[in-house]
C-alpha cells in the first residue's frame, strides 16, 4: 500500500503542516456541515429557515428550545461518541498490531453493556450516571482479559481477533439471558442497538471529559503510542518501556469505550472502520495523524449514520447503531478481505 | 502428531460407526412410539365447534378446568363468571389481583412466554386459552392437552379483546352469555363516554417511557382504540400499534394535547425530559394534562374491565369528574 | 493406555452419562411423577402427556441438536485450524437467526411451521456459500476463512439487530430463540430432526475422514493428493448442514460448537475419527442437562437451555480461551 510516509529527517514547520493537513481540512468543513444538518433535520418536520434561526438566535422560542435542547445536544454527542470509538480503535489496533482489533470485536463494548443491563436489572432506578460507574467496570475487565491474552505470547492477528470475538459472543449471550430474566428485553432493544435517541446535554457533560482528557492524551503521548506499532525489542531498543506505554494505551481504550457505551450503548463498526479509512487517506501515517482524523473521521461517520437512520424511517427512526452496522459489516467484509490480499 | 497415517484410523472407525448409529436409531425407535400415537381423544358428545385464529376446535360440554396463558384471558372468564385453575402469571400474582380487582385462587404456570406445560397438563383442563403471537407454536401440543382456542391478545384492539369474550364464551359453552356481557360493558363505556364533554377536539395519547425513549401506542393499539370508542382522538394514526423508540422530538412532533405516561418505576425518559423547555413546549405539558398512569393498566392488560379502568382514569384525570 | 482404548472407555463413560441424564430429565420435571408413574406415562395414561410428549421429545431433541452442533464445531475448527471456529463465530447460526426471524416477523403465525425452517435453512445456507465463495476468490486460505467468517457474523448480527428494532414487539421471543431453547418439541421435531440428520450422514463421515487431513499444512495436503480448499469446503458444508438442523429445532445456540470440541479433545485427543462421535457425545450431553436445568431450577419457570449452557459453559470457555492461546503460541514457537 503506498503511503505518504513522513521523511525521517525533520523538514521544515510549514512543509510538515502542508502534509499533516491533508484532508483534514475537507472533513473539519464536512463535520461543521453535518452537525448543522443533524441540527436542522428531525421527526418534528420544523423548516429549514425556521431551524437554521432557531440555531443562531437564542431568543428563547419553541424552535430554539427544540434546536438547542433536543437537537443540538444529540449532534454534539454523535460527535463525542463518534471521537471516543474511533480514537479506542485506533489505539487497540495499534496496541495489538491488530487489524480487527476494535471495542466492539474486541468484546469490551459487550462488557460494558453486560455491566449496565446487570446494573439496571439490580438497582433499577440508578439512570445514566450510574450507568457510566458499571460501563466503566464492564470494559476494564473485558479489557483486562484481551491485555492479557495479548501479553500471553505473541498471538497472531487472527487468533486475537477470533478471542476477541468469542468473548463478544459470551458476553452478548450472558446479555440475552440477563434481558430474558428481567423480562425488559422490549424496553432495551433500541438502547442495545446502540442510540443516541436519548441525548440530552447531562450526557454529553458526562462524556466530555473523557473524550477531551483522553484525546489530548493521545494526541500528546502519540510519540510513544506509536512506538507499539513496531515490536517489543525494536520500541525497548529506542528506549520506550513499552509495559507502561502499552498500560497507557490499554487504559485509555477502555476509558474511551466505556463512557461512549454509558451514554449510548454499544455503537458497533465505527471504531473497526474509520482508523482504517484515516490509516489510507493521505497524510494518514504516524499515530498523531491518524488520531486526528480519526477525532474528526469517527464524529462524521456518527453524525452521518445517525441523520440517515433519521430520514431513513422517518418520522420513526432506526437507531444509529444499527444503520453503523449494516454500513459497517459490509465494510469489515471488505476489509477482511483485502487484508488478506496485502 | 503430523506423522499419522490415514490407515490406522480403520479401527477406531467401527467404533464411531457403533456409537452413531446407536445415538441415531435409539431415539428414533422412541420417537416413533412417542410421536406416532399422540392423537388427540375423539371429540366427545355434544361437542360444539369453536373457530379462532388458527382453525376450528371441538368443544365438549361446559369447560370449567380453563388455563389462561395471557392477562386478557383472565379479565374475559372474569367477567365470564369463570375462575381460571392455572393462569401464565409471569410469576407475580399481584398482577393477577390488579387485573381483576381481587384475589382469586389458580396456580400459576409459569411465564406468558414459555409457560410450563407440565403444569398445564397436570391441571387437567378441560379449556385452554392462548394467545397468538406467543402460543402459535405450541398449539399442537396444548390441543393433545385439552382443547384449545388461540386468539389475538398480545397485539389485540379493543375489538378483538370484545370479540374473544364472545368466542371464550362460546368455547365456554355459552355464547349469549358472552355477547349480555359485551352489551353490559358496551353499555357502561357509552355511560362514561357521555360524561366526557362534546366537542373534546384535543388529541390523546398513551406512552410507554423506557430507559432511554418512549414507545408510542396508536390508534390502533387496545387504548389508541379505547380512547375512539370514548369519541376521542387518538394522537397518532397508524395500522402498526406501536411505535418504538420515539425521542423527545417525536413526542414533541405529534404534540398531544392529553398524554398518559405510563412508566415502571423511576430512570426512565419521562424523568431526564420532563424539565426540559421542549417537554414543556408539548400541549399537554402546558394544559396540565400530562398523567403518569400504571403500565399494567395500560399496557400489559387489554380486558374488557382494563377499557372501564381506562375510560374512568380519563374521566377523573382529564375531566376531574368522579368514576 | 492406547489411544483407542481411551477413546473406547471415554465413550462408554458419556454414553454412560448421557442415559443416565436422558433418564434423570425424563423421570423429573415441574411435576413431581414416581418411577411408576413414568413407566405407565410410556404407555399412556393421565401422565402420557407429560412423559411422552413433553419430556422425551424434549430430551431426544436435545440430544440429537446438541450432538450435531458438537459435531459441527469440530469439522469448523478442522476447516478453519482454529480451535475457536465455531458456528457462531462464522455467523451460520446467526444467519439462520436472521432467516428464523424473518420469517416470524413477514409471514403469518399459521404458516411459521414451515416457514421458519426453511428461514433457517435458506439463512444458514446463504451465509456458507457467500463464505466460500469470497474465501475460494481469495484462495481459500485458512487466514481468509476465519476472516469472512467474521465478518459474514457482524453482518448478520447487523441483520438481526435491524429486525429486532423493526419488530420490537416480538423482540423477547425473538431474544429466546437467539439464544436457544429446546422448549415446545414434539415427537415431530424429534422424526424431522433425525430424518435431517439420516440424510447428513453420509457426508458426515466424509466429513469426518476428513478432519485429520485438514490438520496438515496445505502443501501435506497436497502431497496426499487431495484438494486443500476441497477438503476445507466438505467441513463447512457439513457443519452448515448439520447447525441449520439443530438451529431449526433449538435455535441459534452456536456457543455449544465451540465448547463441545473442546472438552471432547480434553478427553480423546484430536484425531478427527475418535474427536468427532465424542463431540457428538459431549454436545448431547450438555444440552439434555442443560435444557433439565432450565426446567427445574426457576419452577415454574422455563429457562432457555441455551442460556443454561451460556451462563454453565461461560466462565469454563473463558478459562480455555486463555490457556488455548498460551498453549497454541507456545506450542508454536517450542
Keep these: 500500500m503506498p503511503t505518504a510516509d513522513s521523511p525521517p529527517v525533520p523538514v521544515e514547520a510549514a512543509a510538515r503542516r502542508r502534509i499533516a493537513l491533508g484532508p483534514l481540512p475537507v472533513m473539519a468543513a464536512l463535520l461543521v456541515v453535518a452537525v448543522i444538518a443533524a441540527a436542522c433535520v428531525g421527526a418534528s418536520g420544523l423548516p429549514l429557515a425556521r431551524a437554521v434561526h432557531g440555531l443562531f438566535v437564542w431568543d428563547g422560542s419553541a424552535d430554539h428550545e427544540l434546536v438547542i435542547g433536543v437537537r443540538l445536544p444529540r449532534a454534539v454527542l454523535s460527535v463525542l461518541v463518534g471521537a471516543n470509538l474511533a480514537v479506542a480503535g485506533l489505539l487497540a489496533q495499534t496496541l495489538t498490531r491488530n487489524p480487527l482489533a476494535s471495542p466492539q470485536t474486541f468484546g469490551v463494548n459487550a462488557g460494558a453493556s453486560l455491566a449496565i443491563v446487570l446494573t439496571a436489572a439490580v438497582l433499577p432506578s440508578t439512570g445514566v450516571l450510574g450507568a457510566v460507574p458499571s460501563a466503566f467496570a464492564g470494559a476494564a475487565g473485558v479489557g483486562a482479559i484481551m491485555w492479557f491474552l495479548s501479553l500471553s505470547g505473541a498471538v497472531s492477528a487472527v487468533g486475537l481477533a477470533l ?158 447503531g444499527v444503520v453503523t452496522a449494516l454500513l459497517g459489516a459490509p465494510v469489515f467484509l471488505l476489509l477482511a478481505v483485502r487484508g488478506r490480499g496485502r | 502428531m503430523r506423522r499419522r497415517r490415514t490407515g490406522r484410523h480403520l479401527r477406531p472407525w467401527h467404533a464411531l460407526l457403533g456409537a452413531l448409529a446407536l445415538l441415531l436409531t435409539a431415539p428414533m425407535l422412541a420417537a416413533c412410539s412417542g410421536g406416532g400415537s399422540a392423537t388427540d381423544a375423539p371429540p366427545p358428545a355434544g361437542a360444539h365447534a369453536v373457530r379462532h385464529l388458527l382453525g376450528t376446535t371441538e368443544i365438549g360440554g361446559k369447560p370449567r378446568r380453563v388455563v389462561a396463558l395471557e392477562y386478557s384471558f383472565v379479565q374475559a372468564l372474569d367477567a365470564l363468571g369463570v375462575s381460571p385453575v392455572g393462569i401464565a402469571d409471569d410469576n407475580a400474582p399481584d398482577r393477577v389481583t390488579q387485573l381483576l380487582g381481587k384475589k382469586i385462587d389458580y396456580t400459576s404456570v409459569g411465564t406468558r412466554l414459555e409457560p410450563n406445560l407440565e403444569l398445564v397438563s397436570s391441571l387437567r383442563p378441560d379449556l385452554i386459552i392462548a394467545d397468538s403471537t406467543r402460543h402459535a407454536k405450541i398449539y399442537k401440543q396444548l390441543s393433545a392437552i385439552a382443547p384449545t382456542i388461540v386468539l389475538n391478545s398480545w397485539e389485540g384492539s379493543y375489538q378483538d379483546i370484545k370479540d374473544a369474550v364472545v368466542t371464550i364464551a362460546d368455547a365456554l359453552g355459552d355464547r349469549a352469555a358472552g355477547e349480555r356481557v359485551v352489551q353490559r360493558h358496551e353499555k357502561v363505556m357509552a355511560g362514561l363516554a357521555a360524561r366526557i364533554p362534546k366537542g373534546e377536539r384535543r388529541t390523546f395519547m398513551l406512552v410507554v417511557s423506557t430507559p432511554d425513549s418512549m414507545t408510542l401506542h396508536t390508534s390502533s393499539s387496545f387504548t389508541g382504540s379505547v380512547f375512539r370508542t370514548l369519541g376521542l382522538t387518538p394522537a397518532v394514526t397508524s395500522d402498526s400499534p406501536q411505535e418504538s423508540g420515539a425521542g423527545l422530538e417525536r413526542v414533541a412532533a405529534v404534540n398531544p394535547g392529553v398524554l398518559l405516561v405510563a412508566v415502571d418505576g423511576s430512570g426512565t425518559a419521562y424523568d431526564q425530559w420532563k424539565d426540559t423547555p421542549t417537554w414543556k413546549g408539548i400541549a399537554a405539558v402546558r394544559d396540565g394534562q400530562v398523567h403518569v398512569v400504571d403500565r399494567n393498566q395500560f399496557s400489559r392488560f387489554r380486558g374488557l374491565r382494563t377499557a372501564e379502568v381506562i375510560a374512568q382514569t380519563v374521566l377523573e384525570n382529564v375531566y376531574r369528574a368522579d368514576g | 493406555m492406547t489411544r483407542l482404548r481411551r477413546t473406547l472407555l471415554a465413550g462408554v463413560i458419556l454414553l454412560a452419562l448421557l442415559a443416565l441424564a436422558a433418564l434423570v430429565s425424563t423421570a423429573f ?50 476447516a478453519m485450524r482454529n480451535p475457536l471456529a465455531s458456528p457462531d463465530v462464522v455467523g451460520f447460526s446467526k444467519g439462520g437467526g436472521v432467516g428464523a426471524m424473518a420469517a416470524v416477523i413477514f409471514t403469518p403465525p399459521a404458516a411459521q411451521v414451515w416457514t421458519v425452517p426453511l428461514g433457517v435453512l435458506a439463512g444458514t445456507t446463504l451465509t456458507a456459500g457467500a463464505l466460500l465463495l469470497i474465501t475460494r476468490r481469495f484462495g481459500g486460505g485458512v487466514t481468509a476463512l476465519v476472516l469472512v467468517g467474521a465478518a459474514l457474523a457482524a453482518l448478520a448480527g447487523a441483520l438481526v439487530e435491524y429486525l429486532l428494532v423493526r419488530r420490537p414487539q416480538s423482540a423477547d421471543q425473538a431474544m429466546v430463540w437467539l439464544a436457544g431453547s429446546v422448549y415446545g418439541s414434539d415427537g415431530a421435531d424429534v422424526v424431522t430432526l433425525l430424518a435431517w440428520l439420516a440424510v447428513c450422514l453420509p457426508l458426515t463421515v466424509l466429513a469426518t475422514l476428513s478432519v485429520d487431513i485438514a490438520g496438515f499444512g496445505d502443501d501435506s495436503v497436497v502431497s496426499l493428493g487431495r484438494h486443500p480448499a476441497r477438503v476445507r469446503a466438505v467441513l463447512v458444508v457439513a457443519a452448515v448442514l448439520l447447525t441449520a438442523g439443530a438451529v431449526t429445532s433449538v435455535g441459534s445456540i452456536g456457543f455449544l460448537g465451540l465448547l463441545a470440541p473442546h472438552i471432547a479433545r480434553f478427553a480423546v485427543g484430536s484425531r478427527g475419527t475418535h474427536l468427532v462421535p465424542a463431540a457428538a457425545l459431549t454436545g448431547a450431553l450438555v444440552l439434555c442437562l442443560a435444557d433439565f436445568a432450565g426446567r427445574v431450577v426457576a419452577l415454574p419457570n422455563e429457562i432457555p437451555a441455551g442460556i443454561v449452557a451460556v451462563v454453565v459453559g461461560g466462565p469454563y470457555l473463558l478459562f480455555l480461551l486463555v490457556r488455548e492461546n498460551v498453549v497454541r503460541e507456545n506450542g508454536k514457537h517450542a
Design chain 1, 163 to 320: 478471542a476477541g470475538i468469542t468473548l463478544q459472543l459470551l458476553l452478548t449471550a450472558l446479555v440475552q439471558a440477563l434481558l430474558i430474566m428481567s423480562n425488559t428485553t422490549q424496553d432495551l432493544v433500541f438502547w442495545l442497538a446502540g442510540s443516541v435517541t436519548g441525548a440530552d446535554w447531562p450526557k454529553v457533560a458526562v462524556v466530555l471529559p473523557f473524550t477531551v482528557v483522553c484525546g489530548v492524551t493521545v494526541l500528546l503521548a502519540a510519540r510513544h503510542l506509536g512506538l507499539l506499532e513496531l515490536d517489543a525489542t525494536t520500541g525497548a531498543s529506542l528506549g520506550q518501556n513499552t509495559r507502561r506505554v502499552a498500560a497507557l494505551a490499554a487504559a485509555l481504550v477502555v476509558l474511551l469505550a466505556g463512557s461512549a457505551v454509558a451514554v449510548s450503548g454499544p455503537i458497533g463498526f465505527v471504531g473497526l472502520i474509520v482508523p482504517h479509512i484515516a490509516r489510507r487517506l493521505p497524510g494518514g501515517a504516524g499515530l498523531r495523524r491518524q488520531a486526528v482524523l480519526c477525532l474528526v473521521g469517527g464524529p462524521l461517520l456518527l453524525v452521518c449514520a445517525d441523520l440517515l437512520g433519521r430520514v431513513l424511517a422517518f418520522p420513526a427512526e432506526l437507531p444509529v
Design chain 3, 29 to 78: 420435571g415441574a411435576v413431581p411423577l414416581s418411577f411408576r408413574q413414568v413407566a405407565d406415562g410410556l404407555t399412556g395414561g393421565p401422565d402420557a402427556f407429560i412423559v411422552r410428549q413433553y419430556r422425551l421429545p424434549r430430551v431426544l431433541v436435545s440430544i440429537t441438536a446438541g450432538a450435531a452442533l458438537g459435531v459441527a464445531g469440530v469439522f469448523l475448527q478442522a
